[in-house]
Every structure is written in C-alpha cells, then in structure tokens.
C-alpha cells in the first residue's frame, strides 16, 4: 500500500513528475496492429485465448473488464 512518504519519494526521484508504469491490455476482439512498438514476442504475452495488446494504458484507475480471464487488477497503473 503506498502512503504518502512513498508518494512524495516517487515525484522526488522523477523530479516533479509522477512516473507510472504502463498498463498493457490485450482485447481478444482485436488484432495488434504494432502502432505500440512491442517486440513482436510481446504481442501475445498474456496467451494467444486473451488476444493480442492494443491498448497502453497510462495513470489508469479503471480496471479492463476483458471477460471472466480478466486478471484482478487488469488496467490498473501502478506507482
């Protein structure tokens, strides 16, 4: 669980600016079109059943609702 000492650590380190990690979702409705630049042993990371990566999600609260393989915390941006 981050607190705020951890918070204020992180937008330390980055000099004023808050740097998440990117959220990669796959849709299993789509195909991967490489405009994201992912390495092609990358397009189906999550297995070829959850489809390939479309989406880059950034600084995301929502969590991918992708059907009941979803992944508890799918979407979400982290710290």
């Known amino acids: 669980m981050l607190n705020r000492t951890t918070v204020q650590g992180a ?3 980055g000099k004023g ?3 998440l990690e990117p959220c990669w979702v796959p ?3 789509m ?3 490489r405009r994201l630049k992912l390495h092609p042993d990358d397009l189906y990371a999550f297995g ?3 489809g390939g990566i ?3 999600w950034f600084s995301s609260t ?3 609702s992708n059907g009941p393989a ?3 915390d799918e979407g979400l941006s982290y710290v």
């Open 70 to 72: 979803t992944t508890p």
């Open 11 to 13: 937008v330390n380190a």
């Open 62 to 64: 929502t969590k991918a």
């Open 48 to 50: 070829a059943h959850r």
């Open 27 to 29: 849709r299993s409705f």
């Open 31 to 33: 195909i991967p079109g």
């Open 54 to 56: 479309n989406e880059r």
């Open 17 to 19: 600016v808050l740097r």
